[in-house]
């Protein structure tokens, strides 16, 4: 590449992708001739056309670049103002990020697929930049742990193997239909990661998990478990009062329940789908274009602030930053049980699992097709896509929504100031390799989504077309 300027090329690639966004689509509402105007002035010269942001988060510790991208200053070197306001649950996130009252925030990675594809509040979202990979897992109550280990293998120490399989929660599920009791589980929203982790959890040992159709909105036909939404900080409270039995949520509110002796977490989604992309960082397609610099200056920032988070020895102070108040919030001791490389169990069986938050590693920032063409699976899956879609459709719904291109030219110029190497900047078509790492061994080939759909017993099956 010698003798390239990669930050011209990128850069050039980016405004003109970004310029050419803004004049097609019939769906797209198109600027302005003034407004074109003063974009095609800015990105030729780079200024930033929106410096003051207020940006949104919820308290998990997965809005960890954000807050790192802060209080490291990354957001002021690319001539940015930027304050961060937790949101009360992830609905109020989405509808303030696209009624305009946020200029973007962490968002759950099913919800600018979802609000692009027909399920819930329509609007036409974007993300240039995956905040995480893994992070969440799956906790019950001590009641129903106790009715559980007895169908637990365990080794030669007398601990529970790991992963945990759902296998070992049949026969207490089976126990409580044919007392004719429910079975409730929570999880944080409709198209959250958890919701369809869970479900796959479940599925994958034969518990149904339940369908949604146009009647039934809470997702919960011919199912098992009845899942419902908890917004993550009430999670522990929940299920102490006897509301739901268990739920999936991010950290620290896995390691809360371990904290305050009410609960066990029994599998990471680490552990259901190795490496699996979890939050994203979101904006509406009208202030990326808009604002095309000041789109590629906050993905810049918050690159940085990944790499900076996946570097040895940062976490502890990572740590301490997400314990304060107007962060995540919670007991310092409760957040490193999972942010500095080990995971808590039953208690008192700590074990390592140093992937358990990664924010970096694994090119884990790039927003990938492949990755959010999952989540597209899962939606048809579990029938908040109601109706059959052909494969194309899959791909064409995803390159809407994932703007690699973005996160590209935001990567160049990082290259080119020399705060990335060139092996980190992936070389790609936006798609993963076909993979099998999921607790229950199926292969998912992005290219084949109609073939992953009708791979499981439990779920919708379509016409392969």
Known sequence: MKGINIRSVWFSLSVLTLLFSACGGSDLKVPSSEGTSKAVAAAVTGEIEKPQLKLGFIKLTDM???AIAKELGYFEEEGLYVSIEAQSNWKNVLDRVIDGELDGSHMLAGQPIAAGAGFGRQANLVTPFSMDLNGNGITVSNAIWDAMKPHVPTGDDGKPLHPIKADAMKPVVDS??????????????????????????LASAGIHPGIYTEDNVQGQVDAEVLLSVTPPPQMPATM??????????????NQQAVFKGIGVPLVTNYEIWKNNPEKVFVMTRQFVERYPNTAKALT????????????????????????????????????ANSMTGTFEFEKGDKRSLPDFNVFFKYHATYPYYSDGIWFLTQMRRWGQILEPKPASWYESTIKDIYRPDIWMA???????????DAAEIPDTDGFKPPTSDFIDGKTFDAKDPLG??????IGNHDEIN
């Not at 009791?181 to 796959?200: L, W």
């Not at 102490?240 to 509110?253: A, N």
């Open 410 to 420: 935001a990567a160049g110029e990082l290259l080119e100031e020399g705060h990335l």
């Open 300 to 335: 810049k920032a918050l690159i940085r602030a990944g790499k900076w988070l996946d570097t040895p020895g940062n976490r502890p102070a990572a740590v301490s930053i997400l314990s304060r108040k107007e962060y995540v919030g919670a007991d310092s001791v409760v957040i």
């Open 176 to 201: 409580y239909r044919s007392q004719g009791k429910q079975f409730n589980m929570g999880m944080v929203f409709p198209v959250s990661t958890h919701n369809y982790e869970i479900r796959y959890w």
């Open 452 to 457: 992953y759909i009708n791979s499981f017993e």
């Open 240 to 253: 102490e009062s006897g509301t739901i039995f268990g739920y999936c949520v991010g950290e620290p509110w």
């Open 64 to 66: 960890a670049p954000l």
